[in-house]
């Protein structure tokens, strides 16, 4: 276990010297396995795992989704959601940000990626608030909160990545995270009431559209709903694998683009060498954070871990917090996805055997993965690093991050409360799991 911490300390090191945090978590992991079990088993542990990993058919899911992703970006689906969501919701006080959260939260379901739902949406949802006036720390905040929506709503890479490194069921996970989904947009919804309760000037009301507007603006997006449809109830129906789903989803999202004259050669290179480019940093990630995971065991941290909680007699709910205060400082300084796989190999071993609330190892590890990525969620909007936040930044060049992080602050406040109900409340994240599958 002491090599396993120093291994820890060393990575933290590392980062905070800026070298990146997969080769960081490859390198420790490489030397502290060598150390242990010697240089050429370490070598060989290295090589099987990257051929592994690259030829692996569970994570072919992950190209195929970002392929998804960003065929629907070009497709130009994000604005015709948000024109839908604008036609219901803009004539009500704070009612762009409003549409804006339910965009982010319909872009979200087809895309599986917070920060292409940040800037995708920032590019749409920004000019009409800003046209009618509204606050830059709404009308940006609303933008960045509504983006972290994309790594939960499924279908979410993030919960892939979880669900193959914990070995839990992916069609599970996509159930688990339906419903906390659904409950993150109507909380950021009171967040916006709540905003523009206390400055109405933040968030004036728009004309308001009739009903034949509003049903023109609906015929849009029947592509997104179709494609969701398609997606999501083939696994939910067990029709198909997650895996078949994600194919089935980029050939939808393809002939999508294709038929709204989207796409040209050169815009399918782009969206091709792209979603290559996603993957590739996404697998170097992974794959440096399963060597150091392999150091980690092989050091007996999670054993340690768990007979550390036996043995002061800490309760399931207490090591819980103890776990997601970890998450919520680390999320301050680390990248997200990074974050999590660097403490996934770690955690779940112990929360696997906490016997929480009574439920079963299976319904633990499911309801665990839906908790870590609302923490990740978040880290996205949590200052110093907040991606989503920066990300913004960089589109929207006249706003500053700390304009940004003044906005969210209300959002970030009614996550840590969502964060406490799904805690608190672990039917509410295994409900449809036990509804479609128990």
Known sequence: MEAALIGFAILLVLV???????????LVGFAGFGFLSGFDP?????????????????LSVVPMFILMGNFVA???????????????????????????????????????????????MSKVALPPMRQYGYADTLATASIAAGGTLGILIPPSVI??????????????????????GLLGIILYLAAVKYVVWRDPSAGPAVPKRNWAERML????????LLLFAIVMGGIYGGAFTPTEAAGIGAGGAFLIALFRGALTWRIFYEVLADSARTTAILFTVLIGALIFS????RAGLPDGLLALVTGNDLSPLMVIMIIIGIYVVLG???????????????????????????????????????????????SLITPPVGLNVFVLSGVVKDVSTGTVFKGVTPFWCVDIIRLAILVAIP????????????
């Open 16 to 26: 905070f010297l800026r070298m990146p945090i997969a080769f960081a978590m490859g």
């Open 42 to 58: 370490s070598l060989a542990m290295v090589g099987t795992l990257v051929s592994d990993t690259a030829l692996s058919y569970g």
């Open 74 to 120: 070009r497709a130009g689906l994000s604005s015709e959601l948000y024109d839908a969501s604008h036609a219901f919701l803009g004539h009500r006080r704070g009612g762009l940000s409003m549409a804006t959260i339910v965009a982010c939260g319909g872009f979200s379901a087809i895309c599986g990626s917070s920060l292409a739902t940040a800037a995708t």
């Open 159 to 180: 919960l892939v990545i979880y669900g193959l490194m914990t070995e839990t069921s992916i069609r599970e996970l996509f159930a688990a995270g339906f419903l906390p």
């Open 217 to 224: 603006a609906l015929k849009g997006v029947w592509g997104t």
């Open 294 to 297: 392999n150091f980690v065991n």
């Open 332 to 378: 301050c300084v680390f990248e997200s996805l990074s974050m999590l796989l660097l403490t996934i190999p770690i955690f779940f071993p112990v929360v696997k055997e906490l016997g929480y609330a009574g439920l079963s190892p299976e319904q633990i590890l499911v309801w665990f993965g839906i908790v870590a990525v609302v923490v990740t969620e978040i």
């Open 427 to 438: 039917a509410i994240s295994l409900y449809l799991p036990q509804l479609f599958y128990h």
